[in-house]
């Protein structure tokens, strides 16, 4: 998905008659609000439909504060790591000729292909009781599945590729010709990618690092998979909020949803501010 | 520094480059490596600064073998065609760089870096822009700003790739009279690539002429273009006619002037070493077609009509003054002389 | 391997981008593929045939592409809108569309189950007005696909549409054609590959959707129960073999699918390319 996406208007001369344009934009926010902005509005007004004291409490019962506890746990691991894999997996690719290059970067992109529940499940397949290291594990009484760590190891494989795809394009179209003019100038290859490649990658990076987030902390198929829904424990809080919902606690579920919620749009505004940093440094 | 290149091969796959360059640059030089496109003379410069690696040959950059060093270390200064300057920096930032990333133990003060980085501005004469960013100069600043980045770090052979390729005519007319200028001053041994004849000749006080990835003739703009080594050279540098022995003209050639040796197969001359009048004679197979105003000289277009039949254009080139004396016009019909032509086989 | 002198860090890169690829991605995901070896042949086509794992799959496939199909289409018209016209609030819509993108997809699954459940505000007014149940039945799950589809499309399309260049359409209509010509002739064939693409995106990610699709779908075996559910459910009943063949099965599919992706993607560049 290309990042950087301006608003302008495509020019053109020709303009279709009005009546097509009025009906055009009608349908097209029609169908936005429908299925944008209502749920995001029902949230809302869920998670107060008992008004704001049962809110708060929702949000200040240990299981909710454990689970969020937790989300934010995984995404301090996997994001970082993530990252890191992110840029170095884009120097190799974008700055040097090797045999298997497009394969690499076509098993980048796997996790993407894969459903939730398969994400999961092949940690399940891994680290379970008839795992291949299942039993190892079981034997040094250390838990994978269905504990923390299985989480963050299944959170991990679904949020791989997005820094990588960031700026593996971005890096592509720069060119290494500014990293070859630093060292023919005399910097080491640290100086070289800390002084010359990250600031001209640093949006795109931080855009990778956003949705990378924004995915850890939402994901919830696989993680439903190697979890095993022990409250307190090892719910994160998009497993919260089903728990409540298949509970009938609805404000509970819509008090996490809100948060949730909350995060994704400041996912979005982060991310808008990040396209238009993007489209305006363009300009060189 | 005198460089000397022994033996140099490269090959991309299955497409060979380069071939067994040797190629020797004394001290002080300003030289032009000119070929049309994929000659390998980009890639012979990217190889002496250590941007490429030779899959054979040895670098020696004055006296020292500097083949296995990394661009980093070789000491050398390069200006890319696209002038890569650091878009993020400014223009001050930029030239400040080379120094800046130098070992703590050699690296100079602050202090003393802004004296250095502003001088070579001054040198440049873009030291008013010195807060600007790279995308807010024009092409022929960016040029100069590269240039004086790379002269930051006191390279003792300065490497330009196609220099002025990118920028507008006129521009590029002004650049090169003072890259000239500056090299005159600096003396720093630099190198050039261009496809461009004219701007090597009138800027290089070598010319190394390469085809194929091969050097067709190493020499100073007048050794080059009064005594081209091969068909390639005088073909490539300044204009030629092409004169190729045929039985009938045999005759015709000394009529002309032209003497011919057992070996010679075909006789290039400079549009400048013929002569022309009006003939007298009405059987003569030169007419004079056209001709054009280039400014001070003309060029003037005479077809003759070989034995086979087709016509040939011979190009002659003449002061104004000397043409209109000649009181030609349309259509007349016209006696050549050769004053000087290279033979080849 | 002469760049690898000269760019530095050539090792270090290349050996952990593929140190780091093979623990988080490749070994695990192989994992699936040698215990799906422990299955004999004949097994795993007993449970592939198995009437409730053909009908899971079907209610996968065929809710995913209607999904598809029906995102394809509104996705269109608001990239067209999205790209072409300009009207108030048009950056705030814009930065809407990738909602689904960043919203957690059970949150997504529980505000569409509220809304189109039989007692939900929409649900009860489609049910009362048209007799058109959505909660709890396969159209929900359509439903459900739509909204997260929406992104894959619209940002398919919108930068094919932005970089259209007009001149032909211009071209076209200097020679005399009318609008809806050029758009039939001129545009939209130009940006049907991209188009083409979006929807296979689309359709890839519905196959394999889980959390927005559970709360509304019913989840009845044979009627709305999608092929993930089915897996888990496989999981909790230790029914591991499967839920391995299912999964596998589900596996190859997508990788098909990604395949067919990567080439139409590649198609696209090559018209562009052209354009």
């Known amino acids: 998905m290309s990042a950087a996406i301006s608003t302008r208007v495509h020019q053109s001369t020709l303009d279709d008659a009005n009546w097509v344009r009025w009906s055009l934009i009608t349908i097209a926010l029609g169908f936005v609000i429908l299925f944008l902005c209502v749920p995001l509005v029902l949230v809302i007004i869920q998670a107060f439909s008992k008004g704001f004291g049962a809110y708060f409490s929702a949000l200040s019962q240990p299981d909710m504060q454990a689970a969020m506890r937790l989300t934010l746990l995984t995404a301090l691991i996997t994001v970082p790591l993530n990252t890191v894999f992110g840029v170095a997996a884009a120097w190799a690719i974008t700055r040097f000729e090797f045999r298997g290059k497009n394969l690499l970067i076509t098993l980048i992109d796997l996790p993407f292909s894969v459903s939730p529940v398969i994400s999961g499940l092949i940690f399940v397949l891994l680290f379970g009781a008839q795992g291949w290291f299942g039993s190892w594990f079981v034997e040094h ?140 440094r363009a300009t060189v | 520094m005198s460089i000397l290149l022994s033996n140099i091969s490269k090959n991309f796959g299955q497409f060979a480059a380069l071939h067994d360059i040797d190629l020797e640059i004394p001290e002080g030089e300003l030289v032009a490596l000119l070929g049309p496109s994929g000659c390998g003379k980009t890639t012979l410069l990217r190889i002496i600064a250590g941007l490429e690696q030779a899959d054979k040959g040895k670098i020696f950059l004055n006296g020292d073998d500097k083949t296995d060093l990394h661009v980093s270390q070789r000491g050398i200064g390069f200006v890319f065609q696209h002038y890569a300057l650091f878009r993020h920096m400014t223009v001050f930032d930029n030239v400040a760089f080379g120094m800046r990333v130098k070992d703590k133990k050699v690296r100079p003060s602050e202090a003393e870096i802004a004296k250095k980085t502003h001088a070579l501005l001054e040198l440049v004469q873009l030291d008013w822009l010195h807060n600007r960013f790279p995308d807010q100069l024009s092409g022929g600043q960016r040029q100069r700003i590269a240039l004086a980045r790379a002269l930051a770090v006191e390279p003792s052979v300065l490497l330009l790739d196609e220099p002025f390729g990118a920028l507008d005519a006129s521009v590029r007319k002004d650049l090169r009279q003072w890259l000239r200028n500056l090299h005159h001053e600096l003396n720093v041994t630099s190198i050039f690539v261009t496809h461009d004849q004219e701007e090597a000749m009138e800027v290089a006080s070598q010319v190394v002429v390469l085809n194929k990835g091969r050097i067709e003739q190493q020499g100073s703009p007048a050794e080059i273009y009064d005594y081209p080594a091969n068909e390639f050279v005088s073909k490539f540098i300044g204009q030629t006619n092409e004169f190729t022995l045929e039985h009938q003209t045999v005759d015709w050639f000394k009529h002309i002037g032209l003497l011919i040796s057992e070996q010679s197969k075909v006789a290039h001359v400079r549009p400048h070493d013929i002569e022309i009048a009006k003939s007298t004679n009405n059987d003569t197979p030169i007419t004079l077609k056209d001709w054009q105003h280039l400014g001070a000289l003309i060029r003037i277009e005479l077809m003759k009509n070989l034995p086979n039949g087709k016509p040939k254009l011979v190009y002659v080139e003449m002061p104004n003054e000397q043409f209109k004396r000649l009181q030609l016009n349309r259509g007349d019909k016209v006696d050549l002389k050769i004053r000087h032509a290279h033979w080849f086989n | 391997m002469s760049q690898s002198r000269i760019m530095p860090g050539f090792r270090p890169t290349v050996s952990f981008t593929v140190f780091y690829l093979s623990l988080v991605v490749l070994i695990p995901l192989s994992t699936l593929v040698f215990k799906s070896f422990e299955l004999n042949f004949d097994d795993y086509v007993n449970i592939i045939t198995h009437k409730r794992v053909v009908a899971a799959f079907r209610v996968s496939f065929t809710t995913a592409l209607g999904a598809a199909v029906i995102a394809s289409f509104f996705g269109f018209i608001v990239a067209w809108v999205l790209t072409r016209y300009s009207f108030a609030g048009k950056r705030f819509f814009h ?114 959707e889980y959390g927005s699709v559970i709360f509304i779908a019913g989840n009845l075996p044979y009627v709305s129960e999608i092929v993930p559910l089915l897996i888990i459910t496989k999981l909790e009943q230790y029914d591991m073999p499967g839920a391995t063949a299912i999964a596998l099965t589900m596996l190859v599919i997508s990788f098909l699918l990604l395949l067919l992706i990567n080439l139409l993607q590649h198609w696209v560049r090559k018209r562009s390319g052209q354009l």
């Open chain 3, 95 to 208: 930065a809407l569309i990738d909602l689904p993108f960043a919203l957690p997809t059970a949150v997504a699954g529980i505000v569409l189950a509220t809304i189109f459940q039989p007692s939900g505000f929409l649900g009860k007014f489609l049910k009362e007005n048209f007799d058109l149940q959505i909660g709890f039945k396969p159209a929900g799950i359509v439903v459900a696909l739509i909204f997260i589809s929406i992104p894959f499309v619209v940002r398919t399309v919108e930068p094919v549409l932005q970089e259209f260049d007009s001149r032909m359409e211009e071209a076209a209509s200097s020679l005399g054609a009318t609008r809806w010509q050029v758009f039939t002739k001129i545009i939209f064939p130009n940006i049907f590959p991209a188009l083409l693409t979006g929807f296979a995106l689309s359709f890839a990610r519905g196959v394999g």
């Open chain 1, 141 to 280: 009484d250390i838990k994978i599945i269905f504990a923390v760590p299985g989480i963050v190891l299944a959170t991990l494989f679904i949020t791989f590729p997005f820094v990588a795809r960031q700026l593996i394009p971005l890096m592509q179209e720069m060119g290494s010709e500014e990293e070859e003019a630093a060292l023919s100038l005399g910097a080491s290859g640290w100086k070289t990618f800390f002084l010359v490649t990250l600031p001209n990658i640093k949006w795109a990076l931080l855009y990778g690092v956003l949705l990378c987030n924004a995915r850890a902390m939402g994901e919830f198929g696989a993680v439903s998979v190697v979890s095993g829904h022990i409250r307190g424990m090892t719910n994160t809080l998009p497993l919260h909020v089903e728990v409540s919902y298949n509970e009938y606690d609805s404000v509970s579920a819509f008090a996490g949803a809100s948060i949730l919620a909350g995060l994704a749009i400041v996912t979005l505004i982060l991310k808008t501010l990040l396209e238009w940093k993007q489209t305006n």
